[in-house]
């Protein structure tokens, strides 16, 4: 099968938070996998998101603007809304 990924993928294992609804709702979730134009991310298969959302990751300090790609289960690929610097 063909790999069809702009950026070149780096494993991790970060504890982020989604943030949506205004601030008012969030939901834990561990960053599987990071690239410079997106990410995947592990969180409850049972919650239903927003097609845009904050993720917020407190052990870097950032908080980014991103969008749902795709989703499998509980696994969800995300794309960033804006350029990120390195992670």
Do not use: Y
């Not at 990924?5 to 294992?13: A, E, G, K, N, T």
């Not at 809304?81 to 992670?87: M, Q, S, T």
Request: some cysteine; aromatic content about 4%; proline content about 6%.
């Amino acid at each position: 099968m063909e790999d069809r990924r702009r950026h070149p993928r780096l494993r991790s294992l970060i504890g982020g938070r989604i943030i949506f609804n205004d601030g008012n709702s969030t939901l834990d979730c561990v960053l599987r996998n990071i690239s410079a134009g997106g990410a995947m991310i592990v969180c409850s298969a049972a919650v239903s998101l927003p097609q845009t959302f904050d993720l917020a990751l407190p052990s870097k300090n950032r908080r980014l603007r991103v969008c749902l790609v795709w989703r499998r289960e509980d696994q969800l690929g995300i794309a960033t809304l804006a350029p990120v610097p390195a992670w």
